[in-house]
């Protein structure tokens, strides 16, 4: 059974960094990618950033130049960098991956960019 469990959201004010993090239950050598998504009230999930076994990764326009992800093999945990934050980026984050045939989420965290 794979479990993902999201962690570092919060309160910050516009312009401010947070790093999200992600924990595996088990090796994330073993995802072919993880993914961080995010849903703001209203809208649809959207893919923020992923990163693929390889190390390669992909950010969404809206937020390149900005957000970053990485991952640490040694702790099976996935980080999504957030910089210079804005209140539109007011969502729940969501880490995920494909294994076995099906799509995992986490529980997700709440991030709120707001003076």
């Known amino acids: 059974q794979v479990q993902l469990v999201e962690s570092g959201g919060g309160l910050v004010q516009p312009g401010g960094s947070l790093r999200l993090s992600c924990a595996a239950s088990?090796?994330?050598?073993?995802?072919?990618?993880l993914d961080w998504y995010r849903q703001a009230p209203g809208k649809q999930r959207e893919l923020v950033a992923a990163?693929?076994?390889?190390?390669?990764?992909t950010v969404a326009d809206s937020v390149k130049g900005r957000f970053t992800i990485s991952r640490d093999n040694a702790k099976n945990t996935v980080y999504l960098q957030m910089n210079s934050l804005k209140p539109e980026d007011t969502a729940v984050y969501y880490c995920?991956?494909?294994?076995?045939?099906?799509?995992?989420w986490g529980q997700g965290t709440q991030v709120t960019v707001s003076s």
């Open positions: 995920g991956a494909p294994w076995g045939g099906t799509y995992h």
């Open positions: 990163i693929i076994k390889s190390g390669s990764i």
């Open positions: 088990g090796s994330i050598l073993g995802f072919a990618v």
